[in-house]
């Protein structure tokens, strides 16, 4: 029997970006062999010009962090990348989403890839024009914000990269579905590390609007399986999401999620709080009974009602269970109700894990589906 290698994903609980951020580089120490002379290049996810509580874009906090932790390491050659989509404005958003005032505050440099000269990459199936600035970097963090997306399901580590195209270039990754180009440029832009946005990212669209507290930021050094175990945080299977077994097959990385090891560095940091609900995530929430429930636990839990409504099946939860039940008061608790995560235990249906993902809550709900 082959023994499947292990790759580390780390997790960092809590609501403030930039200490979570902190922690987490503490923990990697990904500067280790990293020359002080090195560029750095950092790319968030700023496809407009909408702050990062509406979940469609990277928090600048994290950014800050990520910054403040470099530069006292005697870093000093770093710079914030990024190409809004085809229609909007990558200096706006900057202004927009704060990191204007990050950049001068730190003395790192903006660079604008809609005015970035082009590099001609080979693919398997042709050519792709990637913006030169993030190829000329010695040090490539992605900072994608884990979201759904209207055509491609999910976006995070994989998609996240499309930033770091010429909006021609764009426009034809639509015209070519996506999925494989998504796949064949990660083949050819080499990213060292992905730290990804799960703070609040939009429930049913790339473009914000529906936050949803998810409480967590994640880590590795391979973004296929970040996509693959992102895709599990949203109720999704990796199925669903083509290009990230395209990009397993080019050698990008590994898309089965038993080669993970996800390490929690903070679990006693998952959070509690008032939960900042909008639209279509309000309305999911009022079937849920919530007492002191933690952000991851919660947020898996509104994506997984979501996967259930879009294919028809939420109205088809037994109606005499009442509310599904979530949060740390329900401890001690018991009754014939549905419960999700180790708080809810003692419940005669319940659902294990701290968190579990919405994936597995979705597998769970869907189990007691009645005809």
């Known amino acids: 029997m082959i023994k499947v290698q292990k790759k580390q994903i780390t997790v960092v609980y809590g609501e403030q970006p930039r200490e979570m951020v902190v922690t987490l580089l503490t923990r990697l120490r990904p500067e280790e062999g990293l020359p002080r ?34 530069q006292a390491k005697g870093y000093q050659n770093l710079l914030i990348m990024e190409g809004s989509w085809v229609g909007s404005q990558t200096q706006q958003a900057f202004r927009v989403c704060g990191y ?133 945080l949203l109720g999704l299977a990796v199925a669903e999401i083509p290009y990230i077994e395209l990009a397993a097959a080019l050698g990008v990385g590994v898309a089965d999620l038993s080669a993970a090891e996800v390490v929690e560095v903070n679990p006693e940091a998952k959070t509690m709080g008032e939960f900042r609900l909008s639209g279509r995530a309000r309305g999911l ?26 294919e028809g099946s939420l109205d088809r939860l037994p109606k005499n269970a009442g509310r599904i039940k979530i949060g740390q008061a329900f401890r001690e608790e018991s009754g014939s109700g549905i419960g999700i995560g180790n708080c809810t235990r003692k419940f005669d249906c319940a659902l294990a894990g701290c ?17």
């Open 37 to 70: 002379n090195a560029k750095i290049g950092l790319k968030p996810n700023l496809v407009l010009e909408k702050p990062a509580s509406s979940g469609a874009t990277t928090h600048p906090e994290l950014v800050e962090g990520i910054i403040q932790y470099f």
């Open 355 to 371: 968190p579990p993902t919405a994936r597995e809550i979705k597998d769970f709900l869907h189990e007691l589906l009645t005809d």
């Open 100 to 232: 204007r005032e990050l950049a001068t505050k730190y003395g790192v440099e903006l660079v604008d890839l809609k005015k970035d000269r082009t590099v001609q990459k080979k693919t398997p199936t042709g050519e792709i024009k990637v913006c030169a600035a993030p190829l000329g970097v010695d040090f490539l963090i992605n900072l994608p914000v884990l979201k759904a997306h209207c055509q491609t399901e999910l976006t995070c580590a994989l998609k996240n990269l499309k930033g770091c195209l010429p909006d021609q270039e764009k426009r034809r990754f639509h015209q070519l579905g996506l999925h494989r180009p998504i796949a064949e440029l990660a083949s050819v832009l080499p990213v060292h590390l992905t730290i990804v946005d799960a703070i609040c990212g939009d429930l049913t669209f790339e473009e914000g609007g529906n936050p949803v507290p998810m409480g967590r930021i994640l880590a590795g050094t391979d973004p296929v399986l970040l996509d693959s175990y992102a895709a599990a």
């Open 285 to 310: 929430a009022r079937m849920i009974e919530e007492r002191k429930a933690c952000s991851a636990c919660y947020g898996s839990l509104i994506h997984a009602l979501h996967r259930l409504d879009e």
